[in-house]
């Protein structure tokens, strides 16, 4: 049964690498049509990849990297110092949107908006929820 487990996870794994890898590697051909219905499309296939990749991700940070190791704080550093830079790339229009490049502006968009949103669940997680009495 744990075998099976395993060879789940590695094969979820797997896929999740393997679709965002072939909507990158779509978006950077500009494979991609700029039809409304394949706007529609991209979107929710970017959508998939970027949560995808988050919790994946997520999941495998919390279950493989020890509370204070200096790796999970590098980690955290990066994903933290990407907010400013997306937004401040973008304040001062040096993200263009254009056809070309608006797969990739977006999947960066996601990315980031969801970094904030796991980094204030982990600071909710280590620091509020600690000290919050639990009741049945």
Do not use: H
């Not at 494979?31 to 990849?49: E, H, K, N």
């Not at 999941?59 to 937004?87: D, E, G, H, M, Q």
């Amino acid at each position: 049964m744990i075998k099976n487990k395993k060879i789940i996870q590695q094969v979820l794994g797997l896929l999740v690498a393997a679709n965002a890898i072939v909507f990158l590697l779509l978006a950077y051909f500009q494979a991609f049509s700029s039809t409304p219905r394949a706007i529609v499309f991209i979107d929710f296939w970017g959508r998939l990849c970027v949560y995808s990749l988050w919790f994946t991700g997520y999941a495998l940070y919390r279950k493989y990297l020890p509370n204070k190791s200096i790796l999970k704080s590098i980690i955290v550093t990066i994903v933290i110092l990407n907010i400013p830079v997306f937004l401040t790339l973008g304040y001062f229009n040096k993200l263009s949107p254009d056809l070309d490049t608006l797969p990739f502006i977006d999947f960066w968009g996601r990315l980031t908006v969801y970094s904030l949103w796991f980094m204030a669940y982990e600071f909710y997680r280590n620091f509020i929820k600690a000290d919050v009495p639990q009741t049945i």
